[in-house]
């Protein structure tokens, strides 16, 4: 044990130092900042802030002024920044959609977005029954295999995405064909819902209903989850008509 932490502070330091200096530049960024001042101002290593600098300016995050040789905040930040506020945002006028449908269906309710190849919770009201889905805000599931994440990608226009998964077999439902998915996507725009039946959890079913704005970007979407015997085939009609007329009137909040 005394090995792996001992191993594992070399990297901490690094991204610690790194964002020494990135939040070092943000707070500087009415004057100049030079590889000079930073190693004075942080005590740390001209040739660390070096390698530090370089590696923010090729990730976008700098920007160097190869003139002046000074740094400035680059345009990742901005676009980071605007996709962090833009779901705050979408978390707020969620949240009262996600408590009428937890009262309607009794079951656990969720709100995902697309996070690289991933889905994100960003947020959920767990079921009030004994058995529930045990996945908490914040977890990040598989996109091609998941209620939200294959609702999401029916309504992308783009799915280049998909050439950057590793299709893994969680169950023997599982979806790990592309073609296979491409289709199951198509289905899913056509009716207007994505029903995930055990393909990630066994026992567990999920439907799920994208949200989009008024220019039809998806945003993120909407489920109901519960085990497979309470999310029966009985109660999937209503299960549906009732995910779909919330998520009805939450788009035309969006517009």
Do not use: W
């Amino acid at each position: 044990m005394k090995k792996s932490e001992e191993e594992n502070k070399p990297t901490l330091k690094v991204v610690d130092r790194a964002l020494m200096v990135l939040e070092h530049i943000l707070e500087h960024s009415h004057r100049e900042v030079t590889v000079t001042g930073l190693s004075k101002d942080l005590h740390i290593n001209k040739t660390v802030i070096y390698r530090i600098l370089q590696t923010l300016s090729n990730r976008g995050y700098l920007v160097k002024n190869e003139r002046y040789h000074n740094y400035s905040p680059g345009f990742k930040l901005i676009e980071l920044g605007s996709r962090t506020q833009e779901k705050i945002e979408l978390h707020s006028i969620v949240r009262p959609y996600l408590e009428e449908l937890s009262q309607q269906t009794g079951e656990t309710v969720n709100l995902g977005v697309l996070t690289g190849n991933q889905v994100a919770y960003l947020d959920k009201i767990e079921s009030s029954n004994f058995l529930r889905t045990d996945l908490r805000i914040g977890t990040r599931v598989p996109v091609y295999c998941s209620g939200l994440g294959k609702a999401i990608l029916s309504h992308l226009n783009d799915h280049s995405i998909l050439d950057n998964i590793k299709f893994e077999q969680y169950t023997s439902k599982t979806i790990t064909d592309k073609q296979n998915l491409l289709s199951e996507l198509k289905k899913i725009r056509e009716q207007g819902y994505c029903l995930d039946d055990e393909e990630y959890i066994p026992g567990v079913r999920c439907i799920a209903v994208p949200i989009l704005s008024g220019d039809k970007k998806v945003k993120g979407a909407l489920s109901v989850a519960g085990p497979s015997f309470r999310l029966s085939n009985e109660r999937l009609d209503q299960l549906i008509h009732d995910l779909k007329l919330v998520v009805s009137q939450l788009n035309k909040k969006l517009r």
